[in-house]
């Protein structure tokens, strides 16, 4: 089963996302800050992470940049998720090393459009 | 220093002239004297050589021994001796060689004594030899020749020294000239060299400070006109620095400010998008679930429902407070000052918030001295303060105290607010940025105590607004006290105090019935009034039209011609209903609506707003009920008022139909009517709406198959049966098209009427509700 660590401090949020990704067959792990989602990762390598970036101890960026100055997980795909919605908000996501982007309020069916693009593309 | 040159030869030519015409006249003066000398010496030599020819014809005739001299004759000869000597002392002051004369005087004289012997001795034959004489007069005529050449000499000499002194003068006079010349040429020179450099410094720094170098200053090598012009350059330059200052100040600030509000946006971009994201994620997981699986999990729905309800309040908290602070920073926030008793609204907030400071185990006290004055201030805003900080302290306090303490400064005729509690306390960093728009102390702190971080920034705001001041101290882990210091008299020109109705009337136009004003009026009718209905508005023409409106629709009318009065008679005679205008002279557009709106005493009356603008949104955002643009219309404020005045609702009517546009025809139709209605598409849910709430009548039909209809036309009979209730609602079958004899027939058993409605025939319906 395709494992997914979702990163959100947001307890309404993180609890949402996971039910509905687990009614779509994916197994979901999940951290509340960017300290707990390295270790997480650390233990067990996800095949996608899905990271607010507003993230209270370690915030999304700095994680990101973390995961891709690893080689174990250097292309590991990673999806941000932010309230940020101003210009330039998604190019700081991207330019920390995040995959692709998705904005909130999440628009559900595009966000799994982006999850199973990038899990087909890593798989390859 | 070309005036000095200048200065130098004038005096130069000057002296060279004074002294040539000085030496010039001197040998002038000499030559004179040589010619007047020479001139002199000629004479005396003429009355010599006379002279001498008497003695010699005298002698001659003394040896003839014929005559002697008469008395007269002798003195005669002793005058012309004396004349002769007169003449030779003449001489003196034109002589040249004063030995030469020495020596002619000498001679002179001892001629002078034999001649003068001879006329003596004449007459007494003891006169000279003649020899002697002859000799003395040869001898003194050779001394004279001697004095005249040596004289002419002299006038040779002086006419050489004058020529001399001539040729020198102008030999002088020449070179100055020459010497002019040069310095001319050479100060010239000087000068265009000189002018050249400064002007070529001034056109340098005129350059530069043209290219924008402003900080340039031309250097000033002088202290003439070019000087002076470059001194004015350079005070123009610093002008020019100063005002680019002030203008990139304020370019800055305008950035800033810029800067400010992008933050700003941003921050409410993703304040507002946290709580959609859950309300939109929770929404469509339900449809998810109810439509995947086509049942809910009841339990599992209701707590997600309750998410999506928090996420929506806390939105509309934010959108509120928004909005305040966006009234504030435009300036419309007004202060509506009254007179109230402080401690009153403490002690019923203290009241109203010890269940909540309970839950988490505070205790919540007030301490105040007992000489507390009343303010004259906003009361609702002040209330506003005091319950913001009192959540705030219940929010980061547990298991601790939380204590109001007011006290009163006579002498500053201030008084001073303490909200303390023991709960977790701020660092000094988190302390300095707290009443910053959108900053809690740290982010996590609105994940885990919830809030907007926006009520502090509006509390600071509104004190400062209320002239006011408010302050926190706090220590990390020991707690936090917030101090607001209000004073006990607003000064005049910060108030915004309405104008006394009084004054008010004054200065309108006459109105139409001023007795009538800020009184109830009794309409003539003595019939049962639909209701009370309160027009504030300051247009006498259009209250009194409004009025004469609401007579024939059947309404008891009261009118204020001014927001105070309004809302005193809206707390006074609790009308069912106000027509507000928003163009009030006496107080900000929104302000009534506001205070009307946030009272306990008048926020349940429906407020109808009228405006030139179409300014819904904000209004219904306020509170508003209805929006009436201006001028009014007579039939839709008619419809407005049945829809909106509780007193004058018919009922409640419960309409059973599948979605069409002949049931929204309808549906319009009941609430133009005053209807209040329950919609239903099912059986079973007619049954739930029943049970909601009992209809005074009952519509079904519009599109449900006629069996359909009689199901549940029998349905409604044994449900209504069950109710046991007196007040059987009518019950009305509507078809858009006329219904065939035999089911008319059935129908009319079970249905009170049927009604055909469709958009050409709404009279039936019309004339059935009225």
Redesign the interface.
Known sequence: MTKILLVE?????R???T??LE?KGFSIETASDGEEALQMIAKSIPDLVLMDM?L?IRNGWSTCRELRAHQTTQSLPVIALT????AGDEQKALDSGCNDYA????D?PLLLAKINKLLATSSH | MSITAIVALFTLTNITYQLSTENRNLRLDNLQNAVAGQLASVTIRQLLENRQKEILVLDALKKSGTEKLSEKEIENGLTELLILTVKIDQLKPYVATTSSYESLKAGHDILQLQWRQFYLGYNDHQTPKTQEIESEFANTMQLLGDFESLEILAAELQTIELQKTVRFTDRITMAIYLFTIILTLGLGYILIRYTNKSLNELNLGTVRIGGGDLNYHIPVNSDDEIGDLTIAFNEMSDKLRNAMAQVQQSKEKADQANRSK?NF??NM???L??P???????S??II?DYREEKKLNEQQAVSDLQ?ILS?GRHLLQLINDVLDLAKIESGNMTVFNETFDSIDIIEELVQTMSAIAKKGNNTLALESSDNIPNLYNDSIKFRQLILNLLSNACKFTENGKITVLVSYNEKLQQVIYHVTDTGIGMTPSQLNRIFEAFVQA???TS?KYGGTGLGLSICKQFVELMDGTMDVTSAEGEGTTFTIVLPTKMPQYITHDVIPAENQQELSLPPIDSSSSNKAVSTSSQSVKLGRVLVIDDDPEARQLLLRHLEKEGYEGIEADNAKSGIELSNTEQPDLILLDLMMPDIDRWTALSVLKESPVTRHIPVVLQSMLDEKNLGFDLGAAEFLSKPVDRQRMAAVLRQMNPRDRRGTALLIAPESTARQLLLNELSDEAWQCMLATSKAQAIERIQQKFPDIIMLGLGIPYDKVVDILDMLGSEIKSKQTDQVPPIYVVSETPLGSNESRRLDLVADKIILFNKDNTQSLSELVK
């Open positions: 401090d947001n307890e309404m949020n609890d949402m996302l039910r509905r009614r507003n209270p309230a940020h919605a101003m904005t909130k309020p999440i559900f | 992008t946006l941003a971009s993703h304040e998008r946290t959609l994201n859950a309300i939109i994620g929770y469509e997981m998810e998410r996420s740290d982010s996590s994940k």
